[in-house]
């Protein structure tokens, strides 16, 4: 079975740490195989938990893809083939969206909302859908992650530049 892991980049100032302890009882309550969930946050850093990763970075909106990359490289220590990369204010129906991954292909998965310009990129208000040797891929290149864009658009531009 293809594993999921749920990567939800967190802010803990309101409403956003509410929106985390929500989505812990409500659609992350519900035990799907195979899927795991996390939430990640910059600072105030605090102790890491089963579902709560900290990371030493400002929290900005200018300051995500800092924050994106950081947890990436966490990620990888785990076991995983497939990271659907959300926000704090979307909802995940897990069950379905680990059916959905037993169809892709085991490599060169980068989905999401195209934004039909030149050169595209995937929009990051809803989610990412990425294969674990594009996470891989981002870390192995985050040399080439423009931080002066916002994440969704640099993270697309680094997909571009490599090919996939």
């Given at each position: ?16 740490g509410?929106?985390?302890q929500?989505?812990l ?30 990371f ?109």
């Amino acid at each position: 079975m293809k594993k999921v892991l749920v990567a939800v980049i967190s802010y803990q100032g309101h409403p956003y740490g509410e929106m985390a302890q929500t989505s812990l009882n409500t659609w992350d309550s519900v035990n799907i195989e195979g899927c795991e969930t996390l939430f990640y946050f910059g600072n105030p850093q605090k102790e890491n938990t089963d579902k709560f990763v900290y990371f030493n970075v400002q929290e900005s909106l200018h300051s995500m893809g800092f924050k994106d990359l950081l947890f990436f490289e966490y990620a990888l220590t785990k076991e995983w083939d497939y990271m659907a990369r959300v926000n704090s204010s979307c909802w995940v129906h897990k069950k379905e969206l680990t059916e959905y991954c037993q169809t892709l292909p085991d490599t060169n998965v980068f989905a999401g909302l195209k934004v039909a310009v030149e050169p595209p990129w995937m929009f990051g208000g809803g989610q990412f859908l990425m294969s674990r040797d594009v996470i891989q891929a981002i870390v192995d290149n985050k040399h080439l992650w423009d931080h002066r864009l916002m994440e969704d658009m640099a993270m697309s531009y680094v997909i571009n530049q490599l090919g996939i």
